[in-house]
């Protein structure tokens, strides 16, 4: 009886094993295991991590602005999201970082990311260090200004050399505006945020801030009583994705991912949810730029 009953022992913890070892495989499907990628690229270890660093902008009314939460909202922010579920990467392991336009290139570049979305225009001078996935949005340059204001039309306002107009260092509006101003050095004043230049607007110090429209009706959205846009936009800003420069697997996954959204309906989802709300229009989807 004895021996009988060390044997039903035996067998029953065989059992308990193999049913252990049949539920640790299927948590491993729901997480890292879910999603397979080709080894040694960069989905693979982000993957495989559980984790990723977003650099996003924090001051971008509708696009990537801290909300009462404390974390980022925007679209710029769901844009991200969206790549990160395609990664098998849960949403609450996605640590945003704060990236100003100024370092941009640097975050990407020093590793400091994984990838940035925050406004970020594409061209052919920041693809020298970096490169691009998308467009997934075509923004266009505009100015804001002071309710009131009738003296500013559009760019063209600044050529007589005595209006101040604000934007962001190492922005493309910024280096856009420098054409249209008589004096670079007294009339285009450069912070690091633009709250901080709808702030010297506002109180005074400026005649008026220019960065991409979307960004813009964000401000009027909050404040309509202070302020308007003048003109039209002058401008064509496609909005794209930063990552290394030689990660040309990893550009190509994020294109992947952005062609499907816009075609499952993820895309303008998202754009509902957030710039949408400020009266923006989304306009058609951008042709990615596979280069």
Same mark, same amino acid.
């Given at each position: 009886?004895?021996?009988?009953?060390?044997?039903? %022992?035996?067998?029953?913890?065989?059992?308990?094993?193999?049913?252990?070892?049949?539920?640790?495989?299927?948590?491993?499907?729901?997480?890292?295991?879910?999603?397979?990628?080709?080894?040694?690229?960069?989905?693979?270890? %982000?993957?495989?991590?559980?984790?990723?660093?977003?650099?996003?902008?924090?001051?971008?009314? +509708?696009?990537?602005?801290?909300?009462?939460? +404390?974390?980022?909202?925007?679209?710029?922010?769901?844009?991200?999201?969206?790549?990160?579920?395609?990664?098998?990467?849960?949403?609450?392991?996605? &640590?945003?970082?704060?990236?100003?336009?100024?370092?941009?290139?640097?975050?990407?570049?020093?590793?400091?990311?994984?990838?940035?979305?925050?406004?970020?225009?594409?061209?052919?001078?920041?693809?020298?260090?970096?490169?691009?996935? =998308?467009?997934?949005? &075509?923004?266009?340059?505009?100015?804001?200004?002071?309710?009131?204001?009738?003296?500013?039309?559009?760019?063209?306002?600044?050529?007589?050399?005595?209006? !101040?107009?604000?934007?962001?260092?190492?922005?493309?509006?910024?280096?856009?505006?420098?054409?249209?101003?008589?004096?670079?050095?007294?009339?285009?004043?450069?912070?690091?945020?633009?709250?901080?230049?709808?702030?010297? #607007?506002?109180?005074?110090?400026?005649?008026?801030?220019?960065?991409?429209?979307?960004? #813009?009706?964000?401000? *009027?959205?909050?404040? &309509?009583?202070?302020?308007? %846009?003048?003109?039209?936009? @002058?401008?064509?800003?496609?909005?794209?994705? =930063?990552? !290394? !420069?030689?990660?040309?697997? @990893?550009?190509?996954?994020?294109?992947?991912?952005?062609?499907?959204?816009?075609?499952?309906?993820?895309?303008?989802?998202?754009?509902?949810?957030?710039?949408?709300?400020?009266?923006?229009? %989304?306009?058609?989807?951008?042709? *990615?730029?596979?280069?």
């Amino acid at each position: 009886m004895r021996m009988k009953r060390v044997a039903a %022992l035996a067998a029953a913890a065989t059992l308990a094993l193999g049913m252990a070892a049949c539920g640790g495989d299927s948590e491993e499907g729901t997480g890292a295991g879910s999603k397979s990628f080709a080894a040694g690229s960069t989905m693979e270890k %982000l993957n495989k991590a559980q984790k990723i660093k977003i650099g996003t902008k924090f001051d971008q009314p +509708g696009f990537g602005q801290k909300g009462l939460s +404390g974390k980022p909202e925007g679209f710029d922010v769901e844009i991200a999201k969206i790549i990160v579920k395609e990664l098998g990467i849960p949403e609450d392991k996605i &640590e945003f970082v704060e990236t100003p336009s100024k370092v941009r290139e640097d975050v990407i570049v020093n590793g400091t990311v994984d990838l940035v979305a925050a406004t970020y225009t594409i061209n052919d001078k920041r693809k020298e260090r970096i490169a691009f996935a =998308g467009p997934y949005y &075509e923004a266009g340059q505009n100015i804001l200004v002071k309710k009131d204001d009738t003296t500013i039309t559009g760019p063209d306002s600044f050529k007589d050399g005595t209006k !101040k107009v604000c934007s962001v260092t190492g922005s493309t509006p910024a280096e856009n505006i420098k054409q249209y101003v008589k004096d670079v050095g007294t009339q285009l004043v450069l912070f690091d945020t633009y709250d901080k230049c709808r702030d010297a #607007l506002k109180g005074g110090q400026v005649n008026a801030v220019t960065t991409d429209n979307v960004i #813009l009706l964000g401000y *009027i959205a909050k404040d &309509e009583a202070s302020f308007k %846009l003048a003109g039209d936009n @002058f401008t064509k800003e496609p909005y794209g994705i =930063g990552v !290394k !420069k030689e990660d040309t697997a @990893f550009r190509t996954f994020i294109n992947d991912t952005l062609e499907k959204a816009i075609a499952d309906g993820s895309w303008k989802k998202a754009w509902d949810g957030t710039a949408g709300k400020f009266g923006a229009e %989304l306009g058609s989807a951008p042709t *990615i730029n596979r280069y």
